[in-house]
C-alpha cells in the first residue's frame, strides 16, 4: 500500500525558514517522480515543486525561494523554504508523480507573526 | 500557464440524480506523446484530494463506475451518474501535459 507522510510543518515567522519532509512506503521511491502541492486556508490546490530524474520545476510563485530534493536510501523527499511570506501559509501536500496519483495528509505552514 | 476553468463552481445535486462538471484549458492538452494529461480529483471535507480520473476517461483503482469523464483539447467533462451522500466535496480538474501543473478552481457538490 502507497504510504505518503508529511512533517515539519508549524508556526514561522515571515522572513523565516523551514523544511518539510515526505516519508514514502508501499512503492520503488527511486523510480517515481515525486511533488508538493499546497492549498492556502479555504482555497484551491496550488502545483509548487516536482523532482524526478529529469531534474526539478518550481512554480514561480516559489523560484528562488524552495528546493526540493530527496534521498531515495531513505525514501523521503524534501522541501527547503526559505524567505517565507504570509501568503506561504498552507497545508503542504506531498504527492506522488507529476500526475499526483496518491497524496499524503499534508502537513501545515503558518507564516505570521 | 495554462488556465482551467471550471463551471459550475457550486453544484447542489439531488441523492441519486446524475451530475456534471465542465472544465475548459486554455490551450490544448494533447501531448506530444499522444496523451491528453486532463486529471480529476475529488477532496471530500477535512481529506486530501483523490485522484478519480487520469487522461480524460481512466479511473483510478477503486473508484466507483458511477464516476466517468470524457471530451478531448480543451473541452473535458466530469460525470457522476447517480449521486451519493460520500460524493459530497471539491473535484477539480488539472492539465498535466504542460509546465507549470495547474488546476482548476473547484467545484463543490453538495446535496440538496
Known amino acids: 500500500e502507497v504510504q505518503l507522510l508529511e512533517s515539519g510543518g508549524g508556526l514561522v515567522q515571515p522572513g523565516g525558514s523551514l523544511r518539510l519532509s515526505c516519508a514514502a512506503s508501499g512503492f520503488t521511491f527511486s523510480s517515481y517522480a515525486m511533488s508538493w502541492v499546497r492549498q492556502a486556508p479555504g482555497k484551491g490546490l496550488e502545483w509548487v515543486s516536482t523532482i524526478s530524474g529529469g531534474g526539478t520545476s518550481y512554480a514561480d510563485s516559489v523560484k528562488g525561494r524552495f528546493t526540493i530534493s530527496r534521498d531515495d536510501s531513505t525514501n523521503t523527499m524534501y522541501l527547503q523554504m526559505n524567505s517565507l511570506r504570509a501568503e506561504d501559509t498552507a497545508l503542504f501536500y506531498c504527492?506522488?508523480?507529476?500526475?499526483?496519483?496518491?497524496w499524503g495528509q499534508g502537513t501545515l505552514v503558518t507564516v505570521s507573526s | 500557464d495554462v488556465v482551467m476553468t471550471q463551471s459550475p463552481l457550486s453544484l447542489p445535486v439531488t441523492l441519486g440524480q446524475p451530475a456534471s462538471i465542465s472544465c475548459r484549458s486554455s490551450q490544448s492538452l494533447l501531448h506530444s506523446d499522444g496523451n491528453t494529461y486532463l486529471n480529476w480529483f475529488q477532496q471530500r471535507p477535512g481529506q486530501s484530494p483523490r485522484r478519480l480520473i487520469y487522461k480524460v476517461s481512466n479511473r483510478d483503482s477503486g473508484v466507483p463506475d458511477r464516476f466517468s469523464g470524457s471530451g478531448s483539447g480543451t473541452d473535458f467533462t466530469l460525470k457522476i451518474s447517480r449521486v451519493e451522500a460520500e460524493d459530497v466535496g471539491v473535484y477539480y480538474c488539472m492539465q498535466g501535459t504542460h509546465w507549470p501543473r495547474t488546476f482548476g478552481q473547484g467545484t463543490k457538490v453538495e446535496i440538496k
Open positions: 504527492a506522488r508523480t507529476s500526475k499526483f496519483d496518491y
